[in-house]
């Protein structure tokens, strides 16, 4: 998925598939390492999200306060 910017959810998506074909015993030995490399990226820009997401409910939060 070249260049192309996932919501999260398709991120989160994207890093269940591969769980389930790690789990299937779907990936060969040669996928293998590139799908973790691949879920790895997927979970720290997902955790990106999530942080940056919390930081802004909170100035909102504070804001309002």
Do not use: F
Request: glycine residues 4%; hydrophobic residues 40%; contains cysteine.
């Amino acid at each position: 998925m070249a260049n192309k910017k996932l919501s999260y959810s398709e991120a989160m998506a994207e890093v269940e598939s591969i769980i389930a074909r790690l789990r299937s015993g779907e990936l060969s030995i040669d996928e293998l390492s590139g799908s973790v490399r691949r879920a790895t990226e997927l979970i720290g820009e997902c955790r990106k999200r999530l942080t940056a997401t919390e930081a802004e409910v909170e100035k909102l939060i504070n804001d309002k306060a």
